[in-house]
């Protein structure tokens, strides 16, 4: 089956009230679109980092009481899972579609990444990144910094973070709104993925 973008609904799903009700509905209808989304990615994404990549989809498996505010596919370079290691994730928020890299609290590799954003050639790495982007230090809240606004202090504050931190983490990445027409669209949705993981790879690869 083709994938076929996301609509309006699909959002409309971190609207229903309660963790079962929630989880039912993203099951029934998003879930089956991030496998299939994860299943057309993965050969890019392979050939892309030049190692085998695997498929990892949300399953809020630990969630006991509070609904899932977001969810998403992962893909990264081991098949059992990828929290500890840097991936790549599109997934969503109630108000945006989010293409991102990310290396998230229990990965290692924030500190080497750090150390590399802190060098000529990590700096001369961020500042090509499309001022479209944005950053977060945080996978749970929905809030962020276009790179636009990033400076050079920004950078340093978030490799000192990363180094001294240990539920420290960075993502990086493009937003699409809720609306925008690119996401009902899963040829064009797919093409803007491919474009924004190309333009991320050289983070991917900082990360190592």
């Given at each position: 089956?083709?994938?076929?973008?996301?609509?309006?609904?699909?959002?409309?799903?971190?609207?229903?009230?309660?963790?079962?009700?929630?989880?039912?509905?993203?099951?029934?209808?998003?879930?089956?679109?991030?496998?299939?989304?994860?299943?057309?990615?993965?050969?890019?994404?392979?050939?892309?980092?030049?190692?085998?990549?695997?498929?990892?989809?949300?399953?809020?498996?630990?969630?006991?009481?509070?609904?899932?505010?977001?969810?998403?596919?992962?893909?990264?370079?081991?098949?059992?899972?990828?929290?500890?290691?840097?991936?790549?994730?599109?997934?969503?928020?109630?108000?945006?579609?989010?293409?991102?890299?990310?290396?998230?609290?229990?990965s290692t590799n924030k500190?080497?990444?750090?150390?590399?954003?802190?060098?000529?050639?990590?700096?001369?790495a961020v500042k090509k990144l499309p001022k479209t982007?944005?950053?977060?230090?945080?996978?749970?809240?929905?809030?962020?910094?276009?790179?636009?606004?990033?400076?050079?202090?920004?950078?340093?504050?978030?490799?000192?973070?990363?180094?001294?931190?240990?539920?420290?983490?960075?993502?990086?990445?493009?937003?699409?709104?809720?609306?925008?027409?690119?996401?009902?669209?899963?040829?064009?949705?797919?093409?803007?993925?491919?474009?924004?993981?190309?333009?991320?790879?050289?983070?991917?690869?900082?990360?190592?």
């Amino acid at each position: 089956m083709p994938f076929a973008g996301f609509n309006a609904q699909d959002f409309e799903v971190f609207n229903v009230e309660g963790l079962e009700p929630r989880m039912e509905v993203l099951i029934e209808r998003v879930r089956p679109k991030l496998e299939i989304l994860g299943s057309e990615i993965v050969p890019f994404l392979s050939a892309l980092c030049g190692e085998e990549m695997f498929v990892h989809v949300a399953k809020h498996a630990r969630r006991t009481v509070n609904p899932p505010n977001d969810t998403w596919v992962a893909w990264a370079a081991n098949k059992r899972g990828y929290k500890a290691l840097p991936h790549f994730q599109v997934g969503m928020f109630g108000t945006h579609l989010f293409i991102i890299f990310a290396i998230i609290y229990e990965s290692t590799n924030k500190s080497v990444f750090a150390e590399h954003l802190e060098g000529k050639k990590g700096i001369a790495a961020v500042k090509k990144l499309p001022k479209t982007f944005y950053w977060s230090m945080d996978h749970m809240d929905p809030g962020f910094t276009p790179q636009s606004e990033m400076t050079a202090a920004d950078f340093a504050k978030m490799a000192d973070k990363l180094k001294n931190v240990k539920k420290s983490e960075v993502l990086c990445g493009l937003r699409i709104e809720k609306g925008d027409p690119v996401l009902d669209d899963g040829d064009q949705l797919v093409s803007v993925i491919h474009s924004t993981f190309e333009q991320l790879l050289p983070l991917y690869k900082m990360a190592f």
